[in-house]
C-alpha cells in the first residue's frame, strides 16, 4: 500500500512578484508613450459658438491656434506670420494630405484668421478647416 505524502503548502502558491513587475513596466509604458493631444489646445482660446456636428476625423490634425491678440500659436509655440509659413511649408512636405485646423478666437480679428488661411493655400495645403464651439448657447 502506497502512503501519499502531504505536500508542502509553501511550494503551492503562486509568486505574484513578477505579475506585479509587469503591471507596473505597463503602466510606465502607456504613462511614457502616452502623446498629450492637448498641447495643441492648451492656449485659451474661446472658440466663436455655432451650430452643427463636432469635427471628426481619424487622422490627427495640425493646429493653428488664433489668439485673441492676433498672434499665432502652433504646437504651443508663438510665431509670426512669416514662420507659420516656414513650419507649414515643413509640414506639407513631411504630410501633405494632413487636416489643416484653424482656431481662431472669437474675440480675434477676422483678418489674421484669414491671413493664416492665405498663408496654408499658399504653401499647398488646398483644404482647411475652422473650429467653433458646438455646445449650445445658454
Avoid: C, W
Wanted: charged share 30%; proline share 4%; net charge negative.
Amino acid at each position: 500500500m502506497k502512503v501519499i505524502q502531504a505536500q508542502d503548502e509553501e511550494a503551492t502558491g503562486v509568486d505574484v512578484a513578477p505579475l506585479i513587475d509587469i503591471l507596473f513596466t505597463l503602466i510606465i509604458f502607456f504613462l511614457v508613450t502616452t502623446t498629450f493631444q492637448e498641447k495643441e489646445k492648451e492656449e485659451e482660446v474661446r472658440l466663436p459658438r455655432q451650430g452643427g456636428s463636432s469635427l471628426v476625423n481619424k487622422d490627427r490634425p495640425f493646429y493653428i491656434n488664433v489668439l485673441q491678440d492676433g498672434t499665432y500659436s502652433v504646437g504651443g509655440e508663438i510665431v509670426k506670420l512669416d514662420d507659420l509659413e516656414l513650419k507649414l511649408k515643413l509640414r506639407f512636405e513631411e504630410k501633405p494630405d494632413q487636416k489643416l485646423v484653424l482656431r481662431g478666437d472669437s474675440k480675434a480679428f477676422h483678418g489674421q484668421t484669414a491671413s493664416a488661411l492665405d498663408v496654408a493655400r499658399r504653401v499647398g495645403f488646398s483644404k482647411a478647416s475652422i473650429a467653433y464651439d458646438t455646445r449650445p448657447l445658454n
